[in-house]
Nanobody
Framework: QVQLVESGGGQVQPGGSLRLSCAVSGIHPDFPDLYVIGWFRQAPGKEREGVSCISITDGSTHYSDSVKGRFTLSRDNSANMVFLQMNSMKPEDTGVYYC??????????????????????WGQGTRVTVSS
């Protein structure tokens, strides 16, 4: 079982910045079956959507059109932490941000686009509010 813990959420004014962190643990060292780690968000009344995902296999990243150029996804050298740097934030970025781990299929773009439908390993989420 994979454990994920998000942190870094809070309130920020439009145009401001926020940095989210996701700590990942519980992956068996003798059987690493982790393919993609991603950030997803859910706004009130809306379906959960992929924001940015990274492939553990090749390091490739994917960003949704709404955040491209404003958000940056990265991970530490040991791959046990993943970060989301959010700049030039907008009110529509408001929502609960979840870190999710995909253990069965790869492809950052594929998982980011459709993974919200089947990913089982989620963190508890961290709330982000963008308002004046």
């Amino acid at each position: 079982q994979v454990q994920l813990v998000e942190s870094g959420g809070g309130q920020v004014q439009p145009g401001g910045s926020l940095r989210l962190s996701c700590a990942v643990s519980g992956i068996h060292p003798d059987f690493p079956d982790l393919y993609v780690i991603g950030w997803f968000r859910q706004a009130p009344g809306k379906e959960r959507e992929g924001v940015s995902c990274i492939s553990i296999t090749d390091g490739s990243t994917h960003y949704s059109d709404s955040v491209k150029g404003r958000f940056t996804l990265s991970r530490d050298n040991s791959a046990n932490m993943v970060f989301l740097q959010m700049n030039s934030m907008k009110p529509e970025d408001t929502g609960v941000y979840y870190c999710g781990a995909e253990l069965r299929v790869g492809g950052a773009q594929y998982v980011c686009t459709y993974g919200h439908r089947w990913i089982e390993d989620w963190g508890q989420g961290t709330r982000v509010t963008v308002s004046s």
